[in-house]
């Protein structure tokens, strides 16, 4: 900050909102105004989370274009609905997530807007149960984790999981890091199709962390935002059913932005499982007494889709295909991707729609001037925008910048 805008800042403090300091755009939207500006036909964007097809496009799914007609021709009130939103969207989600298992009165959900509402709420609910708890959030992550938890007023620890330069889950790590954790403490998870890095943990290594949960008394919150993009919809929910069936509390915030194809129309949930029914019950009225004063009430519109897509044979079997395309599409493209350097080879066995490259600031700077190739400062791709047609194109790009790993070209 330079004097003259310390200075001003100082005085304009005394006026009303002059204390505030101005706050840096967001990074990714304003790699969309860049990847514009660029009159570059070869460019490629590989900046923001979004499916794309095989056209560079992110259509609106057939199965949610069928329902809204459906609800176009039936839909008879706009009246408001509660605070938990549109109950029967909520049931019919929660057999997508959790499947045929009934947690019984011990699992309550509530309709958010969106997985980031659903983050938003929990955070909420956990700050009004215990302002103590601190959340433990493995880096790198999503980058708006950590200021949902703290605007909520809880503290954030970081941990690490993952190494960079192997691309690999590094698990000792995050046991290590875990070992500060405190009983009642957060342990924020991706569910699946881990945002940015792809990653996953192996089935043993989820089952040791529910097991060092019960051991610890740490609560896990799951993050699902990607179910049905990484491995099938029952696969990328595997690890959420084990730990709801494993420990005596959790939370699961969803987002049906992506596997949808909603995002702006805010689709989400918030599920608590609690230790007894009795607990349950105050952390349901809870939910909807920190939601009433966070929107009041969820938007309806891509719920109702959602609600709409489920309850009708045709059109979820419909949606369950060309899910299965979509993610055909990005497994395909990890593959083909993978198969260029030996630094990419990680990329096949990751999964979702993002993958973290091991480049630095400097290279994904280059990549952009000298080749209009668009992505995140850190290095995060969108594997969707790539073609089948530009993943060599891409890979001989990124060839000077990346360095051969052990045996490899
Ligand atoms: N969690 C993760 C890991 C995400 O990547 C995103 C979206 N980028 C969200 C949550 C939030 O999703 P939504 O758009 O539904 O708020």
Redesign the pocket.
């Given at each position: 900050m330079t004097l003259d805008t310390l200075s001003a800042r100082a005085a304009s403090a005394s006026l009303p909102f002059g204390a505030l300091a101005a706050q840096p755009a967001d990074a990714l939207l304003s790699l969309i105004a860049l990847y514009r500006a660029d009159d570059r036909p070869q460019k490629i964007d590989l900046g923001v989370?979004v499916f794309r097809n095989d056209a560079g496009d992110t259509p609106v799914m057939r199965a949610v274009k069928a329902a809204e007609a459906v609800l176009l021709e039936t839909q008879v009130t706009k009246s408001y609905l509660g605070a938990e939103g549109d109950a029967a969207y909520t049931a019919l989600l929660a057999g997508i997530v959790f499947g045929d298992r009934t947690a019984g009165e011990r699992l309550n959900g509530v309709q958010t807007?969106?997985?980031?509402?659903?983050?938003r709420l929990g955070a909420e609910l956990v700050a009004r149960a215990n302002r103590e708890a601190r959340v433990w959030i493995g880096t790198p992550?999503?980058p708006?984790?950590a200021p949902i938890f703290a605007e909520a007023g809880l503290s954030t620890r970081s941990h690490r999981f993952y190494d960079a330069v192997s691309g690999r889950i590094d698990f000792d790590a995050m046991l290590n890091d875990l070992a500060e954790a405190r009983a009642g403490d957060i342990l924020l998870l991706?569910g699946c199709?881990?945002?940015p890095t792809g990653s996953a943990f192996t089935p043993e290594q989820w089952l040791a962390v529910s097991d060092l949960c019960a051991a610890r008394g740490l609560i896990p919150f799951i993050?699902l935002?990607?179910q049905g993009l990484g491995d099938g919809l029952a696969e990328d929910a595997a690890a959420t059913r084990m730990i709801v069936d494993a420990l005596p509390a959790a939370l699961v915030?969803y987002?049906?932005?992506?596997n949808f194809g909603l995002?702006r129309e805010?689709?989400?949930a918030l599920w608590a499982l609690s230790a007894n029914g009795a607990i349950a019950e105050r952390v349901r009225t809870n939910m909807l007494s920190l939601a009433r004063s966070l929107w009041s009430m969820p938007p309806d519109h891509g719920a109702a889709i959602v609600r709409t897509i489920l309850e009708n044979d045709a059109l979820r079997a419909d949606w369950r295909d060309e899910l299965d395309a979509m993610r055909a599409r990005l497994n395909g493209l990890r593959a083909a991707l993978a198969a260029m350097h030996s630094r990419l080879a990680p990329i096949a066995d990751q999964r979702g729609?993002?993958a973290m490259l091991p480049l630095t600031h400097e290279a994904v700077a280059a990549l952009r001037e000298e080749h209009g190739i668009y992505m995140a400062g850190n290095g995060r791709i969108n594997i969707a925008g790539l073609r089948a047609d530009t993943v060599a194109v891409f890979a001989q790009a990124l060839r000077p910048h990346l360095h051969a790993g052990e045996g490899g070209p």
């Open positions: 989370g807007p969106g997985g980031t509402g659903a983050l992550t999503w708006n984790h991706h199709c881990h945002n993050d935002a990607y915030a987002s049906g932005d992506k995002y805010r689709v989400g729609m993002f």
